[in-house]
């Protein structure tokens, strides 16, 4: 059963401490991505990979950092630095993003609160 | 810089009505245009993706335009239902990065 895992549904932490998003696919696709939901706004993309060891920022990285030592897997950590991290964090892979016809598959979500 | 818009934010209808879904875009330098359904506390399903060069696109009771010039794109929904309820984005895809340029997206209610 192909598709985007992402740990955990819902994740609680204190200002001040970093945290680790998980994001895994299975679909066997080179590309992935962070994207963060706010409410009545589009996602944002934070940073994307196009191939293992390899990632760039997108429009809003400041706070956050992430890692692609495998092609399965592209976890992100929401550091204490982020001003407002509270937020919807989508995960989402596609085989080719230059490919006309690539589409993004998006995982279930992780819902960060800090308090 | 390319700005997605999407108007309007919220719309209730009776279920069995025809629907049109507004997408627009200032930029007409597109690779392609995706729909995509998102329900409460749920990731994004992708529906229908138009390629550049493409007119529209169709799945089941779903029908998408693009218009490129105008920098326009609707999203038909054919006798609606309930289960239809949800949140439709759209994003297209630029050709600078190759990256999605997103909408804030429609909540769409459809009364039973």
């Known amino acids: 059963d192909g598709g985007i895992t992402q740990s955990p549904k819902y994740l609680f932490r204190k200002e001040g401490q970093n945290v680790t998003l998980s994001c895994e696919q299975n679909l066997n696709h080179d590309a992935m991505y962070w994207y963060r939901q706010d409410p009545g706004q589009g996602l944002r993309l934070i940073y994307y990979?196009?191939?293992?060891?390899?990632?760039q920022k997108g429009d809003i990285a400041e706070g956050y950092s992430v890692s692609r030592e495998k092609k399965e897997s592209f976890p992100l950590t929401v550091t204490s630095a982020q001003k407002n991290p509270t937020a919807f964090y989508l995960c989402?892979?596609?085989?080719?993003?230059?490919?006309?016809?690539?589409?993004?598959?998006f995982g279930p979500g992780t819902r960060l609160t800090v308090t | 810089k390319q700005e997605v818009t999407q108007i309007p934010a919220a719309l209730s209808v009776p279920e069995g009505e025809n629907l049109v879904l507004n997408c627009s875009f200032t930029?007409?330098?597109?690779?392609?245009l995706q729909w995509f359904r998102q329900d409460p506390g749920k990731g994004l399903t992708s529906l229908l993706l138009i390629q550049s060069s493409q007119r529209e696109q169709t799945s089941g009771r779903l029908n998408a335009s693009l218009d490129k010039s105008s920098g326009r794109s609707t999203l038909y929904i054919a006798a609606s239902q309930p289960g239809d309820s949800a949140t439709y984005l759209c994003a297209v895809r630029a050709l600078s990065n190759y990256q999605l340029i997103w909408g804030a997206g429609t909540k769409l209610i459809i009364k039973p």
């Open positions: 989402a892979s596609s085989i080719f993003p230059r490919r006309v016809t690539d589409e993004q598959y």
């Open positions: 990979s196009q191939i293992v060891n390899d990632f």
């Open positions: 930029d007409s330098a597109i690779y392609n």
